[in-house]
């Protein structure tokens, strides 16, 4: 091993993984510091603490609390604005939906690259495993993910390493290969094991993926978005408002937003402002945003959906108030659409 000390940063996604590589080479006396990098589509945040069925998930941001275990600083870097053109043009395309799962690894790789460099860090550590996710984590796109990063061999993989060629650390004796691992697979059988073995016996679920863009249902949403304002590109909100309500497209040229509980009721209320909005006022129920053009015609359809979904939906009539952008409220008396007038097609 190398006298000289030698400084490392971590990329921090808050699972299991990126935990463990962080304590391994913590464990043989680099110094290592964690990155973080935001871009808005991570599932944590706000809409845990929105939903009544997630009151029983810890909030917290994981990614943090894994800083706080390894007792290590976190360096949390906004990349939303730049991230965007990975998201709407990847060069190695999407995976299962639209998550660009390799683009963004070669991404996030070539951004500690760059921090790495400006703090006087010698080597960037991720929890990457062979095998583990089809699209980023094999064999075939390790080496890409170092090529077109930037990185190079200055990229090391404690959780794999004993199954690719020795790195710049190994090499230069600043990390013992020998106290690296070979883990393959998708099973966390092994990380587990390593995550006792370091007296973990807290961390966020083995599997599950951090990134909206991954889920089926937000994926849709989002493709809906593009096709309907005619191109790929979004904003900060339009990425939260994604992941809040039900979101209901009844004709062509708007859809509503639909609050399915207080937590996400209180949250739609911030944009207000931002948008045409309704609320019933005979009966209890949810606050709805229009998003689109939406004519007068449009918008009675939208008070008589928001009423099916208000506590009038079995009554006759529900008075609800409708507010374009900028304007006073006006009250139309509605009738709730009945199930049968409601079509499959348009839950978006």
């Known amino acids: ?51 009544k069925k997630d009151r029983d998930k810890p909030k917290r941001n994981n990614a943090l609390w894994v800083a706080e275990q390894l007792d290590m600083p976190l360096h949390i870097v906004d990349i939303v604005e730049e991230y965007k053109d990975v998201v709407i043009n990847p060069r190695h395309g999407y995976g299962a939906h639209l998550n660009p799962c390799l683009d963004c690894k070669i991404f996030m790789v070539n951004k500690a690259l760059e921090w790495a460099q400006e703090n006087g860090f ?15 984590q094999r064999a075939d796109t390790m080496p890409v993910i170092a090529e077109e990063s930037g990185a190079f061999d200055r990229l090391l993989r ?42 973990f016996d807290d961390y966020a679920q083995p599997a599950g993926g951090c990134c909206m863009l991954t889920n089926e249902e937000y994926s849709r949403k989002l493709t809906d978005m593009w ?49 045409t909005h309704l609320y019933p006022t005979s009966h209890n129920g949810p606050l709805t945003l229009v998003d689109g053009e939406a004519s007068d015609d449009d918008l009675e359809l939208a008070a008589r959906l928001l009423a099916r979904f ?26 709730p659409l009945r199930p049968a007038e409601i079509s499959r097609d348009w839950y978006i």
């Open 122 to 136: 010698d080597f960037i550590i991720t929890g990457e495993v062979i095998g583990q996710r089809p699209k980023s």
């Open 310 to 335: 208000s506590q009038g939906k079995k009554a006759d009539s529900v008075t609800v108030d409708v507010v374009r952008r900028g304007g006073e409220p006006r009250s139309l008396e509605v009738a």
């Open 227 to 275: 096709r309907h304002q005619g191109d790929k590109d979004y904003e900060l909100d339009d990425v939260m408002l994604l992941k809040v309500g039900r979101h209901l497209r009844p004709r062509d040229n708007f859809k509503v937003i639909i609050g399915r509980e207080e937590g996400e009721n209180r949250f739609l209320e911030g944009y207000r402002k931002q948008f």
């Open 158 to 199: 404690p959780l794999c390493a004993k199954n690719l060629p020795p790195t710049l650390p190994e090499r230069e004796g600043w990390v013992d290969r020998e106290g690296l691992h070979d883990i393959t697979g998708r099973s966390r059988k092994v990380q587990m094991e390593l995550a006792e073995r370091f007296g």
């Open 1 to 51: 091993m190398s006298e000289t000390p030698r400084k490392a940063v971590a990329l921090i996604s808050g699972g299991l993984d990126s935990m463990l590589a962080a304590r391994v080479i913590q464990e043989q006396g680099v110094h290592v510091e964690g990155i973080n990098f935001y871009t808005g589509f991570c599932v944590e945040g706000h809409t845990q603490a929105l939903r």
